[in-house]
Nanobody
Framework: QVELVESGGGLVQAGGSLTLSCAAN????????VGWFRQAPGKEREFVAAISFIGYNTYYSDSVKGRFTISRDDAKMTAVLEMNSLKPEDTGTYYCAAQWRGTTNRQLTRPPYDYWGQGTQVTVSS
């Protein structure tokens, strides 16, 4: 069982930055691809960014490409999502998720994922 805990959400003005962290409780975290998803009120959860478990290949949705950066530190069992140039449409609950041996774009940009965190709220004011 891998538990994931997100942190770093908050309220920020448009154009600002936030850094989200995802902390895992198992060394086996290194065997999982990691994805970030978000869900805005009244909308379906959508893919934001992901990083593979090997090779650290990164993938982004078109809406965040060039503004967000995903990274991971397996020694610290964490994954980080750096968010810059935030827009009001980035508002939502952000979830970290882990996918066993997740490697490719096709695998990581969509469920199923094996474990999910509880989410952290990001609000971007205009």
């Amino acid at each position: 069982q891998v538990e994931l805990v997100e942190s770093g959400g908050g309220l920020v003005q448009a154009g600002g930055s936030l850094t989200l962290s995802c902390a895992a409780n198992r060394r086996s975290f290194s065997n999982y691809g990691v994805g970030w998803f978000r869900q805005a009120p009244g909308k379906e959860r959508e893919f934001v960014a992901a990083i593979s478990f090997i090779g650290y290949n990164t993938y982004y949705s078109d809406s965040v490409k060039g503004r967000f950066t995903i990274s991971r530190d397996d020694a610290k069992m964490t994954a980080v999502l750096e968010m810059n140039s935030l827009k009001p449409e980035d508002t939502g609950t952000y979830y970290c998720a882990a996918q066993w041996r997740g490697t490719t774009n096709r695998q990581l940009t969509r469920p199923p994922y094996d474990y999910w965190g509880q989410g952290t709220q990001v609000t971007v004011s205009s």
